[in-house]
């Protein structure tokens, strides 16, 4: 009876040990698989992003013990009040856009174009779309809160198949070999503006591009490339010192890129070049 009971006592140590120590790595897992992700609003829309207007929280994985059905889908979230009114936000074009990590900013996990209809409390919910075939989407969800602030919500999880871009420790290997990952990443070039000059490859591949480009000139540059049916360009200047990137799939053909400030000046200055997608 005795020897029974600490038998009893003994199976259910271990079990809760076990439980415990499967759901402590479960956590684990998941922090370590998700480093904190930057997000900020942007102007302009997902394709074609502006400058930031407003930087939010980093979004994390909540901390703390797991519970509930181990199988759940890990959700990342941040909150953040903002003192713009969603008013401004839905004047122009803006979008809202969360980054890979700190140190990976250029790879973009999901971005919400900010419209849609407000609703009675005028509180406007969005969803966000995948980049860079992370396999994440998402949900901002945008809410008046007074003197002209606004509370962002931003939530994202992994519920698209791929993932390549998902730093997921455990499942990397796998999902770094995925071709159609693979094929959805755009290439990353760089592109460097100066006074009076654009620095950056004259023949590309067809497929995604993200150009990522930098203003390292002392006056306002943006950029443009230009197809026969086809004109991308940044939705705003880049300041001295500014970044941007414009996405875009060029199809095999030439393409004039130039800068259009200064009504044709920059351009005829030597910020002209001609793009080859071969
Ligand atoms: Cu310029």
Known sequence: MKTSTIGVTALALVLASLGGSFLGSAGSQ????SPSRPSHIHAG???ELGEVIQPLTFLTVPGGEVSGNADAVIAEAAFTSIPRSLDELLTEDHALKVHLSREQIQTYLACGDIGGTVDADGALIVGMKELDG???AGIAYLVPAGNGSTSVSVMIA??????????????????????AAADAAPELV???LTNFAIDMPTELAAGPIRFSIVNNGAAPHNLVIEGDDLRKTLANNLQPGQAGSLNADLPPGTYVVYCPVGEGAHRANGMELELTIT
């Open 134 to 136: 992370s396999g994440y």
């Open 158 to 179: 992994r519920v698209l198949p791929g993932g390549e871009g998902a730093p997921a420790a455990g499942a990397q290997t796998e999902t770094a070999e995925t071709p």
């Open 45 to 47: 829309d997902c394709d």
């Open 190 to 192: 760089d592109v460097t």
């Open 30 to 33: 998941a922090q370590e698989a």
